[in-house]
């Protein structure tokens, strides 16, 4: 007889009179749980306990000390002073009070207040963590990041919508900006100088999404590049050499390949004596030159008005007697003015655009110039990226999450309609090693570029093997 039915049978006016009621209870107890089985099931029901237990000490003593920070905030106590103290309330606390002696992980708590506090949340640990460059919420229950080139998801979690949408308020407000469903996109930076991207629902079905990209600290250098594999040391040498004479230089690629970090190191290589301006939307570069001129492009305000656009920067930075202009990503109306610039003596000016390849960038250049709303002729169009242009480094989010410089393409000139392309050097792939990582390099194309007396007369002398491939490097 099953049990169900027994019980029924219990239950069953009928049959319960027929049973002494003694048996029934004990053939039921025997039936259910023989001791052997009911051990574990106690046993999880007991950690269980525990751990609600323990979750509901860790909310009431966060619940308490919370209170008393906001006490110390209304009484001015600066938030520097009571990060240092939390940990002393939280010792007084459990001193107090024993039922959180042995049940909560003081640490624990105090880290996350701190966290909350002075920082971004649950993400601040990643924030902090030199090994992450980007942190990308998907709403509360899903945080990934980029750690060392790979992208990783983490076991970081938000409380809900609203503990996300708390965190990108504290990034936004102190910038005068704000996030609600009339404008539910937003940049911004967070004070060490990282880019953040927020988007919220409805825009957003994942609910509310951040996406931070890490401000290095230290940013690298050429010889951090070196390192990577990112180019070779004699290729370092070059477009030093490039950038000292004075050549215009686009860094072409993708989202997140690396464009402006190669824009810096390149910077970088700009003698100290030149004023530099540099422009940007969110100022990212870091030059160690002393003489720089920084500018930083402003979006429109809440009633959309007040924006200041890269063009706008590109036209003034010619009217700051600049040596060189730096432009961080090209992407609109700008693109003429600059091309302009640089045709009209304003030579070794750098600047980034988004693309997969070189000749993708000139095509993009053109389109950009179109959608300025000048009515050139193509072939003026052309005329004048083939003049300013002399040199395009592609680069390159590789598979295994390497970035690497792809292509060197020289801009030779403008042959009928058509932009003559000339690659001097070209990255060749030629396998994997046991972790997956991609083994190639960069491999000259055997061309020498057509500027190479320019370089020579500006005093460098970069050996023509370089160019050949007889050199060691890439033997
Ligand atoms: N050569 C490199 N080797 C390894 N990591 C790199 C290299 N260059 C950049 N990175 C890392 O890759 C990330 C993206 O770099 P960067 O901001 O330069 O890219 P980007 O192409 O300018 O991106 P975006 O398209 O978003 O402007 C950063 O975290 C940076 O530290
Ligand atoms: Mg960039």
Redo the contacts with the bound molecule.
Sequence with gaps: MSLLSRIHDKNNPKTEGSLPKQETTKERKNLTTSPSDQQPKVETQRKKAVVKQADDKHDELKDMLHKQILQQLKEKADIDTIVGKIDEMAIDIIKENESFRGTVDRKRVVDELINDLTGFGPINPLLLDEDV??VMVNGPNQVYC?RK?KLVLTDVSFRDNEHVLNVIEKIVSPLGRRIDESSPMVDARLPDGS?VNAIIPPLALNGPTITI??F?KDP?TIE??VN?G?LTKDMAEFLDACVKARLNIFVS????????????VLSNFIPNDERIVTIEDAA?LQLGQEHIVSLESRPPNIEGRGAITIRDLVRNSLRMRPDRVVI??VRGAEALDMLQAMNTGHDGSLA?G?SNSPRDMLSRLETMVLLGGVDLPIKAIREQIAGAIDLIIQ?S?LKDG????VKITEVQGLEGDIIVLQDIFTFEQQGRDENGKIIGRLMPTGVRPKFYERLESAGFSISPNVFIGDNEEWQ
């Design positions: 460059s980007e980029e080139g880019r990209r890490k290095a690298f951090d590049l990577f990112t690629g993708g989202t997140g390949s690396g464009k402006t970090t190669t824009l810096n990212e961080g990503e980034t988004h680069q989010r390497s970035r690497r410089i």
